[in-house]
């Protein structure tokens, strides 16, 4: 499953324009390659970071910047959504989801989850549990927080969108963490998390980098942050600066080995088998035009039928 979740942080950066079999090759040969490697160097016991010390409790990084970083290679070949950037005015065009409910829905069941992704990962029925669950939803809502104080700050409207990602954001900060970490630095660690989502995610946009769900902000920038935070936060050795070198270090060799993989893999499926689909494609829906299916009729009648005379 973790695997799992490495590979399908992509599927929401890189929605709506990219084909489903060159996915499903990407995504196979992420699984196969990019992640396995990467986390055996953390979470295998003769793994070069481990050896160092590197803290990574449930995979900030091992999973969920892993992920994002290969999810940000995909994106920058892929390039962005048919006009989510204008080119006369130099603005962005929003381009919404189209079910709120939904939105809600699904941060409730990855929140919920995260209980089982986080304290899953002591690999033992202990007391420890209870400590990582905690830390876990502090540091859930303190970053549904972080985001909405950042929209606050900035004089913008907060946007629920935001805030739920705000909260996955403030889940993944503490994944390196969980079981290392008083509760106090846990709320702290959420809460930079949701700030961090927010104002990242404005940054890309900047860039003209189009991140269909948040999700490199969301599980890279965060996951970056979370990472970091375990080192620093650390009890009983906190601020230990040999600890926070170590983090940086394993931090940035994440990127470096996801980002450097993932775009030699999404570089040659662009070259051979395309990455991308047609613009037509994309305009008629995904749905249709790679599944035959028709995710919302109501508004697809005069594309994907003929009218009776």
Known sequence: MFAATAATICSGAMAERTKYSAYLLGSALLIAITYPVFGSWVWNAGGWLAKLGFIDFAGSTVVHSVGAWCALSGVIILGPRLGRFSRKNNTVNEISGHNLTMVGLGGFI?????????????????????????????????????????????RQQVLMTGVVNGSLA???????????????????????????????GKWLLRLKIDDVVGAIPVHGFAGAWGTLAAGMFLQG??????????QLLGIAVAFIWAFGTSYCIYTLIDKTMGLRSSSVHEQRGLDFTEHAEIAFPE?????TYLKES
């Open 237 to 246: 050795d906190m601020f230990n600066l040999q600890q926070i070198s170590i």
């Open 299 to 303: 508004f697809q009648v005069n594309v």
């Open 170 to 200: 403030g889940l993944v900060s503490i994944t390196a963490g969980c079981a290392s970490m008083s509760g106090g630095w846990a709320i702290l660690t959420g809460l930079m998390g949701g700030v961090i989502c927010v104002t990242s």
């Open 110 to 154: 990855l929140w919920f989850g995260w209980v089982g992704f986080n304290a899953g990962s002591t690999l033992a029925a202990n007391s420890d549990i209870a400590g990582i669950a905690l830390n876990t939803h502090l540091a859930a809502s303190a970053g549904a927080l972080g985001a909405t104080l950042t929209f606050i700050l900035l």
